[in-house]
C-alpha cells in the first residue's frame, strides 16, 4: 500500500505480461551491459585485471539482451514494449555512471554484485510471471548466469590489491549486511542529522531553555526516524531489487535517523544555555564533516560535491534554525 501512494505512477510487478517481462528484462541488460562496459573503460589503466573481468561481463550481458530478443522477436515481433525499471514498481534506477568516476575499486565491485543479485532477483520473480515453458526456461538460465557473476564479483582481485586488501575480500554475507544494513543506516543518519538542525536551534534560540530544546529536539529526532523508516520501508519490498527485508531496511534507517537527529539535541541536557549551545555547535561541526566524509566512502558522491551539499546545506539550515529562533 505504502509502495504504491508513494509511486502512484508505476506499474505492478505482478501485472506484467510476458511480452512485458521480456521488453524490460532487454532493456535491464542494455542499461546493465552499457554499465560494465564503462567501468571496464574507467578502470583499464589503473586495474587493467579488473578491467578486462568486467569487459567480459558485458559481453555476456549483451549476449543475454540477444537471447532475449531472438525469443520476444520469435513469440511477439519486431515492435518491442517500452518499458524501462524505471516504469516498475519495486525497481531502484542504476547509480548515474558520472559517479563512478569517484568510486573506489572497492565500491565498484560493491555495485557489480548489487546489480548481479537485483537481475538475479529479477528472473527468479520473473519465472513465476510466465507460463511458457522456452521463456521460463531461458529465464532460469540467465538467472543462473546473474548469480555466476555475482560470484565473479566478489572474487575479484587485481595486482595492485596488496596483502590487507585481499584479506579484506567481502563475502556475499559481508556485501548483502551492507545492502540491507549499512546503505539505509548511512542514509537515515545523514537526513536526521540534517534535517533536526532547524527546529533544535530554532527552539533553543527562542526559548533558551535547555531542557524544551532538548524536548523538541527529541520528538524532531523521533519523529524524523518513524518518517525515514517507513519511506524507506516502502520503497520496494526486496524481491526485485535483493536488497533484502524492507522491514529490516526500514528499522536500520529510522533507528539511524534517530541517532542523528539525537546528536546535536543531547547537549541540551546541560543546564546552562550557552554552554549547552557552544557544545551543539561543536557536534553539528564534527556531524556535518563526518556525513560529508561518509557520502564520499560509502554514497560515492564526489567529496567536494559533498561537502557542498551538506557542509554548506547543513550550514543554512543551522542559521536558519537560529534566524527564526531569535525572531
Known sequence: MLQRLLNPHRREFVSLNEREILSLAIAAEEED??????????????????????????????????????????????????????????????????????????????LAWEMEESARAFYQAAIAQTSDVVIRKLLGDLANDERRHASTADRLETESLGPDERSAEKSEEHRQFVLTYVQPGLAGLMDGSVSTLAPVFAAAFATGDTWQTFLVGLAAAVGAGISMGFTEAASDDGKLTGRGSPVKRGFAAGIMTTVGGLGHAMPYLIADFWTATIVAGIVVVVELWAIAFIQQRYMSTPFWRAVLQVVLGGALVFAAGILIGSA
Do not use: C, N
Not at 516498475?88 to 573506489?104: A, D, N, Q, Y
Open 33 to 110: 551491459g552499457g554499465i560494465y562496459f564503462e567501468i571496464a573503460a574507467r578502470l583499464a589503466d589503473k586495474y587493467p585485471a579488473s578491467a578486462k573481468v568486467f569487459e567480459g561481463m558485458a559481453a555476456e550481458e549483451d549476449g543475454h539482451r540477444r537471447k532475449l530478443l531472438d525469443l520476444y522477436i520469435e513469440r511477439f515481433g519486431p515492435r518491442l514494449v517500452p518499458i524501462k525499471r524505471e516504469d516498475v514498481r519495486g525497481f531502484l534506477s542504476r547509480k548515474p555512471i558520472w559517479l563512478m568516476e569517484t568510486m573506489s575499486l572497492e565500491q565498484v565491485r560493491q
